[in-house]
Each structure stands twice: as structure tokens, then as C-alpha cells.
């Protein structure tokens, strides 16, 4: 059994879950995602650990192989990724703001109004509109 315990090796496995990759382009990927340098060291041993496990296969092509994964590489990362979400799922419910007027949670940019001198936060100017204007959820109906 593989225990993935690194950000390079968990984003390899959802980089392959997304399309079958070349291995110098999943390095590419890898630094781009994770703002850093990669080396070859940090990912072909794993790639290598996870084709003696039968989760990928590869297809060799001139440039070098090219990495799928295979069912058992899916069910795999299906079962990797569920242990990471309950984990996920607290970080990003701390980070959630319920829109004041019609309910609907909003991770990321939500839109703000003083009103009555108190900061409110709204999923958009329409529900900040309506919040003002008192036609309590009509919004987003």
C-alpha cells in the first residue's frame, strides 16, 4: 500500500486523475501548482512505486512514457482523496461567509455594504440591493 505524505505526491495522483501526463510535463505542472522548483527525484520514484503497485500504466513514446492511471489507480486515488476531505472541508467552512440576505454560502469574494454603520456581507450587489430595499428572499428565486 502506498501512503501519499507529500503536497508533490498528492497533487501527481489528482495531476493523473485529470488526463494522463508525460512525466517532464508533470513536473511542469507540479512547479507551476505548488510555486517551486521540482526535481525529477521527487516524482519519477513515486511514479515508478505507483506502477509496481498497478496503479499506472505507461506507453513509452520518443520524448519518454507517458503515465494513466489505471482502475485500480482511480479507486485508489478516490480512497486517498476522501481521507483528505474531511480535512478539507473544515479549512474551507472556516472560510465560508453566509450572504445576509438570502442565505447562500460564499467562499471568496463576497461583496460588502455598511449599513446602519454595520459591515454586512452579501453574495452580490442584487441581494445587497433587495437586503436594503427590505424584500427579505426574493433574491435568487
Known amino acids: 500500500m502506498i501512503k501519499v505524505d507529500s503536497l508533490i505526491q498528492l497533487h501527481t495522483i489528482i495531476s493523473l486523475n485529470n488526463s494522463p501526463k508525460h512525466g517532464y510535463e508533470l513536473i511542469k505542472e507540479l512547479e507551476e501548482k505548488l510555486n517551486k522548483k521540482i526535481s525529477s527525484s521527487n516524482v519519477y520514484p513515486f511514479l515508478k512505486e505507483l ?3 498497478d496503479y499506472v500504466t ?5 520524448r ?3 503515465y494513466t492511471l489505471t ?3 482511480k479507486r ?3 480512497e486517498t482523496l476522501s481521507k ?6 473544515e479549512s474551507l467552512r472556516k472560510k465560508l461567509t453566509k450572504c445576509v440576505h438570502c442565505g447562500c454560502e460564499v467562499y471568496d469574494n463576497k461583496y460588502i455594504e455598511i449599513i446602519n454603520n454595520k459591515r ?10 433587495s437586503y436594503k430595499n427590505g424584500m427579505k428572499n426574493e433574491c435568487h428565486k
Not at 58 to 62: E, H, L, M, P, S
Open 64 to 66: 519518454g512514457k507517458v
Open 120 to 129: 454586512l456581507a452579501f453574495c452580490c450587489c442584487h441581494c445587497a440591493g
Open 71 to 73: 482502475s485500480k489507480g
Open 51 to 53: 506502477k509496481k503497485n
Open 84 to 89: 483528505f476531505n474531511n480535512i478539507i472541508q
Open 76 to 78: 485508489f486515488i478516490n
Open 58 to 62: 505507461y506507453k513509452k513514446i520518443k
